[in-house]
């Protein structure tokens, strides 16, 4: 009997329905269990689609030094090289290519000594994290060889950084069982000290690592004297204490805005240097590079030889497999842009960064903590943080949709909290200009606003009195509530008038 087209399989019901009248929209899918039975394509695409939507807008988070746009060119060739396992380099030979050429711009960037005929020695990891681990592995068993065949013991190893590190050097302490031996910062100097650095070198220290371009402030560490201090102490006590450069996000400033400024192998102590390429490398997140002096500064035990792809292929990283794009996108950026391409657009970012400054500095209420050559931060603190604090600004910012970090600074330092904004080559002018008038708003509305903080018992008796300050003074809820409706509104209005 023929059924009625009326009377449908259930499946072809499914099918007519609209994306979000499916029954696969409708019900909530299961999070930590894996669902029984498959759904469509478009149904899965669309509930992962939905959900990621209130994740932030990457190109609104300020807090990253992280990419977060390219050339639509590019995407065409990280698509077509998503299947590609970057490790069979037997079966790639053009993308291993691709990473060698890489490699070999990057150290002639940073000043290796490269004779005529040689390669440079280096390789293209996840990030500087991956880097930072496999250059710190090469200074320990560089050390330990060392140690054994003077008969001395090789088993308290140690490492010399400031305390604004980031956190992957912890880690690489941590997972490799080498001490960390960190610099005491000060109230004014956010970046390690040489000289005590120097001091705190002793015949177990593998290295001491100095960062061009801290996290904290985008400042760059002075690795020259670092170099000549560090020279002298090897001279005194016979040993041969290495230098190695964290250039994560300046690796790529330096070379075209300050290319006098030496820092790199053009140091004689400096054996390794890491740089993210997903930063000022310009490429999305997933490349880092790690390259050495020369041959002899990676030990040759800690290079794996697998042939099992074809044939002999030396192979130092910590993962076997991952993905090809971003060492394609890499070598796009570096063709495409040339040393012309990312002058300006570092250039830009400074210029950027110096516009946003100026700004923050004309209300007034800021110290700028970044300096005038480094990375292009804009790291801030409040003059005065007795009534607010620079995380309740990052907390309003969000309401305009920005995306600011609030964080204390390291030990010894923690009661300075800032606010930093990290500015990147999409970052335009006319958004720095918009960033520059919402955080005025923001520091309008706390003046309105009562304090959080707790009042300290000596403050208390001068408030009700002091009428100078308007928001020290005690206001009922009520009055506050009208007042921060008042300045909505006037917010509002401006908007529609056009202004900022
Ligand atoms: C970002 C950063 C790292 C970590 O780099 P990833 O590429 O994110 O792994 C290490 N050191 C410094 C100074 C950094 O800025």
Excluded at 156 to 180: D, H, M, S
Aim: include cysteine.
């Amino acid at each position: 009997m023929a059924l009625s087209p009326r009377v449908r399989e259930p499946e072809n019901r499914e099918q007519l329905c609209c994306t979000f009248a499916s029954r696969y929209v409708r019900d909530s899918v299961p999070k930590f269990t894996m669902p029984e039975k498959s759904i469509p394509k478009d149904a899965a695409y669309q509930i992962i689609n939905d959900e990621l939507m209130l994740d932030g807008a990457p190109r609104l988070n300020l807090a990253s030094f992280v990419t977060t746009w390219m050339e639509p060119e590019v995407d065409k060739l990280i698509m077509a090289s998503l299947n590609k396992n970057y490790v069979d380099m037997d079966e790639y030979p053009v993308t291993t290519e691709l990473q060698n050429r890489c490699v070999n711009m990057i150290a002639h960037l940073f000043n290796a000594p490269i004779g005529e005929d040689e390669t440079a020695v280096g390789v293209g990891t996840v990030g500087s994290s991956e880097a930072i681990m496999l250059a710190g592995l090469a200074f320990k068993r560089k050390w330990q060889i060392k140690r054994k065949s003077e008969g001395k013991p090789y088993d308290k190893p140690n490492i010399v950084t400031g305390a604004n590190v980031q956190v992957c050097w912890e880690k690489f302490a941590r997972y490799f069982e080498v001490e960390l031996k960190e610099v005491k910062l000060s109230e004014g100097c956010y970046v390690m000290d040489p000289k005590k650095a120097v001091e705190l070198v002793d015949e177990n220290t593998i290295c001491v690592a100095a960062i061009l371009g801290s996290t904290l402030t985008g400042e760059f560490e002075d690795v020259k004297l670092l170099n000549e201090l560090l020279t002298e102490k090897n001279k005194e006590t016979g040993w041969d204490t290495p230098i190695h450069v964290d250039a994560a996000s300046g690796g790529f400033i330096a070379p075209f805005l300050s290319p006098d400024l030496v820092w790199d192998f053009r140091l004689p102590l400096v054996k390794s240097i890491n740089v993210s390429g997903h930063k000022y490398g310009l490429v999305y997140p997933g490349v880092g590079w790690v390259v050495w002096r020369s041959k002899d500064d990676l030990p040759d035990d800690l290079v794996f030889h697998i042939n099992y792809l074809g044939t002999d292929q030396p192979t130092f990283t910590l993962n076997f497999s991952k993905g090809s794009s971003q060492i394609i996108a890499q070598y796009y950026q570096f063709i495409r842009l040339g040393f012309e391409g990312y002058k300006n657009i570092m250039e830009n970012c400074m210029e950027n960064a110096r516009i946003l400054k100026e700004g923050i500095e004309r209300t007034g209420r800021f110290n700028i903590l970044s300096k005038d050559v480094g990375v292009p931060v804009v790291a801030m603190s409040l003059k005065d943080s007795s009534q607010h604090t620079v995380f309740e600004i990052s907390d309003h910012l969000r309401r305009f949709g920005w995306i600011v970090p609030a964080y204390s600074m390291p030990p010894d330092v923690q009661h300075v909290a800032v606010l930093r904004v990290v500015i990147r080559e999409d970052f335009s002018r006319s958004l720095a200009e918009r960033l520059m008038s919402d955080i005025e708003k923001v520091v309008q509305l706390l003046d309105i606003l009562p304090s959080p903080l707790p009042l300290k018992a000596a403050n208390v008796s001068t408030i009700a009195n002091d009428s100078d300050h308007h928001h020290k003074v005690k206001k009922s809820e009520m009055e506050i509530q009208a007042e921060v409706l008042e300045f909505w509104k006037r917010l509002v209005d401006g908007r529609r008038t056009g202004a900022c």
